[in-house]
T-cell receptor, first 112, second 116 residues
Framework: QQQVKQSPQSLIVQKGGISIINCAYE??????FPWYQQFPGKGPALLIA?????SEKKEGRFTISFNKSAKQFSLHIMDSQPGDSATYFC???????????FGKGTLLTVNP | GAVVSQHPSRVICKSGTSVKIECRSL??????MFWYRQFPKQSLMLMAT?????????EQGVEKDKFLINHASLTLSTLTVTSAHPEDSSFYIC????????????FGPGTRLTVL
C-alpha cells in the first residue's frame, strides 16, 4: 500500500515558469509534510515543510499548499530556473515515530 | 554546511565480501539515526532505525542479519552489508533528526555500493 502518492513522474518547464508537483496521502496520523530536492548522486536536501495547522507556507520561490480535508499537498516553484532541475520528493511522517514515508519522486527539468 | 557525513562515498566490492558504511552526525548528538536504500530512479526506502545503545529496528522485509547496524556512540552509526551480492548494489543514505522533538531529517551525501 503506497501511503504517499506523487505526481507527475516527470515534468518539463520553461525557465521562468511555474512548476507544480502534487502529493496525496492516506494516513490521517501524518502531521508533518516535507519536500526534498535531490541532485544525481547526492543525498536529499530539505526544501520546505508544512504541518496540517496551516494551509500554505512560502519560502522564497517555493510554496507548499496543503488541503487537509482532501489529504493533498503540493509544491509550487515560482520563476523556475535551470538550476532547479532535480528530482523532488514529497514525504510524510507522524510524531509517533518520526519515520518518513516518501513519494516516488518527480524529475523536474527546467529548460533555459 | 553538512550536518551528516558518510564514508565512503563510493565502494566497489566482490560478491561475498562485507562492506561497512559509516554515518556521522557532525553537530548534534543523535540518539536515533535512519538508514535508507535508493535504487536507480526510485524513491528512498527506509531500511532501519538505528538506536544508540540498543538494537536497531528494521522495516518489514529487511534482513537484519544481512544489514548489520551498530550505533555505538551518539555521533556514529554504521551499516555493514554482509556477504554482499550484486542485488545489494544501491545508494545507501543515512539521516538524523534535527532534534529530539523535531520531525525534520537531515540526510547524508549517500554511499554508492557496487557489488561485482
Amino acid at each position: 500500500q503506497q501511503q504517499v502518492k506523487q505526481s507527475p513522474q516527470s515534468l518539463i518547464v520553461q525557465k521562468g515558469g511555474i512548476s507544480i508537483i502534487n502529493c496525496a496521502y492516506e494516513n490521517t496520523a501524518f502531521d508533518y509534510f516535507p519536500w526534498y530536492q535531490q541532485f544525481p548522486g547526492k543525498g536529499p536536501a530539505l526544501l520546505i515543510a508544512i504541518r496540517p495547522d496551516v494551509s500554505e507556507k512560502k519560502e522564497g520561490r517555493f510554496t507548499i499548499s496543503f488541503n487537509k480535508s482532501a489529504k493533498q499537498f503540493s509544491l509550487h516553484i515560482m520563476d523556475s530556473q535551470p538550476g532547479d532541475s532535480a528530482t523532488y520528493f514529497c514525504a510524510a511522517s507522524s510524531g509517533s515515530n518520526y519515520k518518513l514515508t516518501f513519494g516516488k519522486g518527480t524529475l523536474l527539468t527546467v529548460n533555459p | 554546511g553538512a550536518v551528516v557525513s558518510q564514508h565512503p562515498s563510493r565502494v566497489i566490492c566482490k560478491s561475498g565480501t562485507s562492506v561497512k558504511i559509516e554515518c556521522r552526525s557532525l553537530d548534534f548528538q543523535a540518539t536515533t539515526m535512519f538508514w535508507y536504500r535508493q535504487f536507480p530512479k526510485q524513491s528512498l526506502m527506509l531500511m532501519a532505525t538505528s538506536n544508540e545503545g540498543s538494537k536497531a529496528t528494521y522495516e518489514q522485509g529487511v534482513e537484519k542479519d544481512k544489514f548489520l547496524i551498530n550505533h555505538a556512540s551518539l555521533t556514529l552509526s554504521t551499516l555493514t552489508v554482509t556477504s554482499a551480492h550484486p542485488e545489494d548494489s544501491s545508494f545507501y543514505i543515512c539521516s538524523r533528526r534535527a532534534g529530539v522533538s523535531y520531525n525534520e531529517q537531515f540526510f547524508g551525501p549517500g554511499t554508492r555500493l557496487t557489488v561485482l
